[in-house]
């Protein structure tokens, strides 16, 4: 198996807490969750050449209470 990387990531209190959850409902870690995400979008720019959104460089907007 491949050595992993240890990358230092800063994450908004809101979007931490909104991986946090999404993590838990798939039964995987917070570190789990943020590296299967990434690998997601990875596969899907390698497959068509584009990143999954079209504004990255925009803050995103939480809605959650």
Known sequence: MA???QVPLRLNAKLY???AAW???DFR???GQIEYLLTECVKQRKKDGKYVSEHLDEPPEFDIK
């Open 3 to 5: 050595e992993k990387k």
């Open 17 to 19: 807490d909104a991986l």
């Open 23 to 25: 993590a838990e409902d």
């Open 29 to 31: 870690s917070v570190n």
